[in-house]
């Protein structure tokens, strides 16, 4: 069975590199960030504010709340409650949201354990945060992507723009800088890699140029 972890800060192409390695690997592709992501817009619309003051509230209601991600032929779709949220959880302030409910560690076990369960069922590509740390840590490779911070704050401005909800380049820079202190300096399971992990800059690389090098990388981790 192949399990590839896929960690990294925020817009270095994570989702991207991440369907197409999937794809090629023929394993289902899993976005532990969408789970993070629907836990924060069931606080939303439970009328939770921000910062979060009763983090256990939240974590009550994500213990009662189904949250399932499927992934297949670069079709990912995310579920709460049965419900298909795929589209609202990507909005600006559920980001806000997501990163404010996976810093509660009631909320943070419930999903890994999840995903964990997903990944030992059917292999599989999962991107997030921890899934080589905490996740999945004997999985068959650990890639840890960075890129320049102008360059993934274009790619998130790119990306907005062509879903039709365009934002201030400076601003988009600033709340993803936010947000990535935010990931690496909490106290649970922070952003953070390891000697375990290959370090891929994608600065400079297309998506599937980076896809190719993970998929060549996951061949001789197989083979050794
Ligand atoms: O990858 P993303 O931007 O969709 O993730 C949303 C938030 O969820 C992000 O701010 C950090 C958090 N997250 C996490 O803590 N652990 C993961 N495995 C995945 C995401």
Redo the contacts with the bound molecule.
């Keep these: 069975m192949t399990v590839v972890a896929i960690d990294g800060p925020?817009g270095v192409g994570?989702s991207t590199v991440g369907k197409a390695l999937a794809a090629r690997l023929g394993v289902p592709y899993l976005d532990?960030?969408?789970m993070?992501?629907a836990i924060g817009l069931l606080a939303r619309r439970n009328g939770i504010g921000l910062p979060i003051g009763d983090p256990e509230r939240v974590a009550d209601l994500c213990e009662r709340a189904e949250v399932r991600v499927t992934g297949a032929g670069g079709d990912a779709r995310t579920f709460l409650d049965g419900e298909d949220v795929s589209v609202e959880i990507r909005e600006p302030e559920v980001?806000r949201y997501?990163?404010a409910v996976?810093a509660i560690p009631r909320v943070r076990r419930r999903l890994a354990a999840r995903q964990r369960e997903m990944a030992l069922a059917g292999g599989g590509v999962l991107e997030?945060?921890?899934?080589g740390t905490k996740v999945v840590p004997e999985a068959t490779a650990k890639f840890f992507l960075t890129a320049r911070p102008e360059i993934r704050a274009r790619r998130r401005f790119d990306e907005l723009l062509r879903k039709g909800t365009p934002q201030d380049l400076g601003a988009v820079r600033a709340e993803m800088e936010a947000?990535d202190r935010a990931?690496s300096s909490r106290a649970d399971s922070p952003l953070s890699c390891d000697e375990t992990y290959v370090v891929v800059d994608t600065s400079d690389m297309n998506a599937e140029e980076v896809a190719e090098r993970l998929q060549e990388l996951v061949a001789g981790a197989r083979a050794g």
Excluded: C, F, L, P
């Design positions: 925020s994570k532990t960030g969408a993070y992501r980001s997501a990163s996976a997030g945060r921890d899934i947000r990931d």
